[in-house]
């Protein structure tokens, strides 16, 4: 019997117009996530434009996930910074409410160059959640750190006790063989590209965090269903459609700021989102409808 798969939204931060938090509507993403199968939450990540907030309100709103979560979500929080000090301020934080992992990308401005610097830099973020799980978001198309990830784990678990896995937003696949593989483990492997999910589960992911899972959930649960039951034809074509959700995003300006507009038309308005992304003007909306009427796949 194949073990159970763990379905992780990263779920974008709504803002008012103004762009203040809207945090009232993080209640509605809750309860949207939960009717449609997510198993929980990645918080502050890159959809949720965590580096766009100041750090008062990354933790506000990881406290109202946990509040409006109530247990019945698994809530991860992403708590990467250029300053160690100011993520392991956060992580300390997320382990005050009782969240059930931190995770931190690279510093990505002055970038560490071998594995044991970037082990350095997370070994005071890790000790302020310890003994959370915590992982490393590995996003080399935005931090342009290319160490191997399975490396880092390896390495990292050597030295810091709580290091338990890595988010692997990433798209090598021999490199997550690896990160699968690892003597050392097992790890907690959370594929982060929904367009690699098919391969992911041939190689032996359980787990993904992803940004279109908040309105794909149940195209992707039906993947993984349809793989765990040898119905690779089924698998297969749920991968297309997913690759065709994703391609259409990207056309629009990617999860962050067309997967806003698509919550909108969901029924979960996320409001816009903060700059440098600007807002989609009524023409370029109309025109994303009306591609998005020929895609397959969504959650209702």
């Known amino acids: 019997m194949a073990t159970p798969f763990e379905l992780i939204a990263a779920p974008h931060t709504p803002f008012y117009s103004d762009g203040s938090v809207s945090f009232g509507t993080i ?3 809750c309860t949207f996530l939960k009717k449609n199968g997510v198993h929980g939450v990645f918080v502050c990540g890159t959809t949720g434009e965590g580096l766009s907030l100041t750090t008062a309100e990354r933790m506000a709103v990881a406290e109202r996930w946990m509040k409006a979560s109530a247990g019945s979500l ?19 934080h997320a382990k005050g409410l009782g969240v059930q992992g931190v995770a931190a990308l ?3 401005f002055v970038k560490p160059t071998t594995v044991d610097d970037l082990v350095a830099f997370f070994a ?11 992982l490393y978001y590995d996003i080399p198309s935005l931090t342009n750190v290319r160490l191997n990830a399975s490396q880092v784990l390896d390495t990292g678990s050597k030295s810091i006790p709580n290091f338990a896995g890595v988010k692997f937003t990433n798209v090598d696949a021999i490199a997550l063989s690896e990160c699968l593989t690892l003597p050392s483990g097992p790890f907690d492997v ?37 793989y765990d039951r040898r119905d690779l034809g ?11 959700i994703v391609r259409l995003l990207e056309k629009y300006g990617g999860p962050i700021r067309a997967g806003k507009a698509l919550m909108a038309w ?20 109309q025109r994303f409808f009306a591609d998005l ?8």
């Open 124 to 134: 005071p973020v890790a000790a302020a959640c310890t003994p959370l799980p915590f």
């Open 106 to 108: 690279a510093p990505h």
């Open 266 to 285: 969901l029924g979960v308005d996320c409001g816009p989102c903060r700059p440098p992304l600007a807002p989609m003007g009524d023409v370029e909306t």
């Open 27 to 29: 209640d509605a993403q």
């Open 234 to 244: 089924t698998a297969r074509d749920l991968q297309r459609d997913s690759i065709r």
């Open 74 to 92: 698994k809530v991860i929080v992403h708590v990467g910074h250029n300053s160690n000090r100011e993520a392991a301020e956060l992580a300390a």
């Open 293 to 300: 009427s020929i895609v397959a796949g969504l959650n209702s």
């Open 190 to 226: 959370y594929g982060g590209v929904e367009e690699m999910m098919l391969s992911g589960l041939v190689l032996g992911l359980r787990k993904a965090v992803g940004s279109t899972f908040n309105f794909t959930s149940r195209l992707h649960l039906e993947l993984v269903s349809a």
